[in-house]
């Protein structure tokens, strides 16, 4: 189709090779945001909660914890903004940062990046200490089951079975 000033060609395979890697990254995206909807850490330790309490316990307190991390990390670069005199918005009016160089922006981020990690860690300790005061790991661990599995359930399990198969003999075929 043209050529970049670098001299590489523009193809139109390439261009509809670029569009569909778009479309399965977005596809990626709403069902990774769906299963973050749809599956909470309460349906994720009714699944695996009695036959694997410990991979249970660990992708629950991880799946509470990212958000946690995040935000707090939205916190510490406001708080950080703030002190320094960062662009900000007081009253409507923003205040023009200073441009920095690479090299500032690097400690600044790095300075962040300390004190999430350092929270992260404090955050770590404080939960196995509640764990641990709450007798985690000293006795057999009983579960309790809130989900049911109905036959709701088991059509869209069927359903799913049996779409699965076409798929797979409409593609080997």
């Given at each position: ?112 990046f300390s004190i999430i990690t350092t929270w992260s860690l ?52």
């Amino acid at each position: 189709m043209f050529y970049l000033f670098t001299g590489n060609p523009v193809t139109l395979e390439s261009i509809v090779y670029g569009f569909a890697t778009a479309g399965i990254i977005c596809a990626m995206i709403m069902w990774f945001g769906s299963f973050n909807i749809i599956i909470t850490t309460d349906k994720i330790l009714a699944v695996l909660g009695k036959t694997m309490p410990v991979i249970a316990t660990l992708l629950t307190m991880i799946l509470r914890f990212i958000p946690k991390m995040t935000e707090h990390g939205k916190d510490t670069l406001e708080a950080n903004q703030a002190l320094n005199g960062v662009k900000r918005q007081d009253e409507g009016k923003t205040i023009k940062a200073k441009i920095k160089n690479l090299k500032d922006k690097f400690k600044e981020e790095a300075k962040i990046f300390s004190i999430i990690t350092t929270w992260s860690l404090e955050n770590s300790v404080d939960t196995a200490d509640s764990m641990r005061a709450r007798g985690y790991g000293t006795g057999k661990r009983t579960s309790y089951n809130n989900y049911r599995f109905t036959v709701r359930d088991g059509i869209i399990l069927l359903w799913s079975i049996v779409l699965t198969i076409a798929t797979i003999v409409a593609l080997h075929n």
